[in-house]
């Protein structure tokens, strides 16, 4: 039976990242270590950017215009005017 693919968490994805640029900031690593480090880090910045553009499509999809037109619509947050 085949695996279900893994859930991608943002958060703990960014967390990654983040830990990986510090590693590599420091410079105690070997070459080939920076490299696999800089490679996961480019995966990790693309899987990262598509889920934010996914959730901007989502947040865009849930605004769209009360009247059901077909257009989509930016998301603005509504001022607070206490």
């Known amino acids: ?3 279900k693919p893994k859930e991608f968490d943002f958060e703990t994805s960014l ?3 983040e830990n990986l640029v510090e590693s590599m900031e420091e410079g105690d690593l070997a070459l080939e270590d920076s490299l696999k480090n800089f490679e996961r880090g480019i995966a ?3 899987a990262c950017h ?3 553009s996914d959730a ?3 947040v865009k999809l849930l605004m769209k215009d009360q009247n059901n ?3 989509l ?3 603005e947050p509504e001022d607070d005017q206490d």
């Open 44 to 46: 990790l910045t693309r």
């Open 1 to 3: 039976m085949p695996k």
């Open 15 to 17: 967390k990654e990242l």
């Open 50 to 52: 598509k889920a934010l």
């Open 73 to 75: 619509v930016d998301f």
């Open 69 to 71: 037109k077909d257009e």
């Open 56 to 58: 901007e499509q989502k």
